[in-house]
């Protein structure tokens, strides 16, 4: 199976050659991928070499003229280091575009937290009018990526290397994947096998989620209606990231929420992904003590 990154760089360059008005702009991540498109398209394939601030700004100036920029590189320098810049030459400005990572929370460790992210979205959350796709396939990731070049918001299309073993049917909200009556789980992008593997044999309903903004508010609140208003959220990035947003989901219901994560603590360890995973309590193992734990089963 390719990964979402493979996914993403042959999808867009068919894109390219479909749709005139797109224009990618890269910081030398993926460029290799991109030769071709970039003999094609050299008026709309930029490369502005390591300089993230500029790969923002290049791309909200092709925003203002008109284009909708695809703008590519690690999560890290994608959202975290230009972040100024997305707040104002594409906030401000009031354009839009599409924002596509390469390593998302810990899909490279050998490269150090300086290629990490767990922070991308809560760093977003921040801002007003996002859509964050957090696919768990890479046919999921092509499914998004197509709807985000069709459309004129802004969107973060989240890849990762962790994959599901299977694609979900993509939807707006989120999807029902197993119904329960202890409480609710759900479960983002590429989290949902080891949720299901965490929660087999309980009693829960588990929805998923390739969306996660905007928030999937009233899907919630009918898991919870029909369960014990309990309910876990369990994110590929930084715990915590969409407690708020499911509290005021629920705020006519009386109700328990637990954000599971990426930890703020830092693991100062390379590893594997795997291994990272286990590291944050997200494998299927750590998952299933800290689901009981909390639902009392």
Known sequence: MDTMRDRFISTTGRLLDEDPRLALVLAE????????????HPDRVINVGIREQLLIGAGGGLALTGMRPIMHTFASFLVERPFEQLKLDFGHQGVSGILVNAGASYDWPAGGFTHMSPG????????????????????????LLRRAAAGDDLVYVRLSLQSNASPRPVSTGFDTVREGRDGV????????????????????????????????????????????????????????????????????LPHRVLGLGVSRRELRTYGSIDEHLAGQGLDPAGLRGRVTSFLGG
């Open 29 to 40: 991540i993926s460029r290799d991928g991109f030769r071709q498109a970039e003999r094609r």
């Open 120 to 143: 991308d979205v809560a760093l977003l959350d921040t801002l007003d009018g996002w859509t964050v796709h957090v696919p768990g396939h890479p046919d999921e990731a092509e499914t």
């Open 185 to 252: 789980v759900v479960a983002v992008g590429p989290m949902l096998d080891n949720v299901l593997a965490a929660t087999e044999g309980l009693d829960v309903t588990v929805l998923y989620a390739s969306t996660i903004r905007p928030f999937d508010a009233e899907a919630l609140r009918r898991a919870a209606a029909g369960a014990r208003p309990d309910v876990v959220l369990v994110e590929p990035y930084l715990a915590g990231t969409s407690t708020a947003a499911a509290n005021d989901a629920l705020a006519a």
